[in-house]
């Protein structure tokens, strides 16, 4: 029994031996395929890239601009009442009451607050670009809609509208696009689609 157990270690010794004197950089099948499963795949070409004004922006100018004509605004109303022809109505009459600065304060918060709601407007008017290798989406006012790009045969701008052709001529969209030409042109173009300047044939 003894001798059974020595040999049964020589052998297993033998066999570690064997295994210890494999090339150092070389790997077996089970940590190659591990490896393999758990290589991050690349980057795609066919990534989308979004073409769309900042609302932030967007809101901040609104904002900023509706603050300048109220205060503004204020001050002329102001000069014109005062004077012996200017008008003489009630509004003018509730501002004379406040004494200054106050009458510009509450003129410039007003036009703030009216330029903030013309923002929000305009931002949830623009459109949105979304543009692929596959695909094409527009983005207007909470609408959604998609253009494969197999059906996608020229793509123009023209009198600020942004227009998809097809493959027999019609069009399959004309969207009011307010987004600079050289960033849509270089987003198009980069994705494989036909840039065409002018306007088609077809176009009403």
């Not at 758990?38 to 932030?56: I, N, W, Y």
């Not at 045969?153 to 004309?174: C, F, M, P, S, W």
Request: include cysteine.
């Amino acid at each position: 029994m003894y001798a059974a157990d020595h040999r049964l270690v020589l052998i297993d010794f033998g066999l570690r031996a064997i295994d210890h004197r494999r090339t150092p950089g070389a790997l077996d099948s089970d940590r190659l395929a591990d490896m393999t499963f758990r290589q991050r795949p690349t980057s795609s070409k066919t990534d989308a890239t979004v073409v769309a004004d900042s609302p932030l922006a967007t809101m901040l100018v609104c904002t900023i601009g509706g603050t300048v004509i109220g205060g503004l605004g204020e001050l002329v109303w102001e000069w014109v009442t005062s004077q012996s022809w200017g008008p003489r109505i009630g509004p003018t009459k509730l501002l004379t009451i406040l004494p200054s600065p106050w009458p510009t304060i509450l003129a410039a918060a007003v036009g703030a607050a009216a330029g903030l709601l013309l923002g929000v407007i305009e931002v949830h008017k623009s459109l949105s670009v979304t543009v692929s290798a596959e695909r094409v989406v527009l983005t207007s006012q909470d609408e959604q809609r998609e253009f494969p790009s197999k059906e996608i045969d020229q793509v123009l701008l023209a009198d600020k509208q942004l227009i998809l052709i097809g493959h027999n001529g019609q069009e399959l969209t004309r969207q009011a696009c307010d987004l600079k030409p050289r960033r849509l042109y270089s987003v198009f173009v980069r994705h494989g689609y036909s840039w065409t300047e002018g306007t088609p044939d077809n176009a009403t």
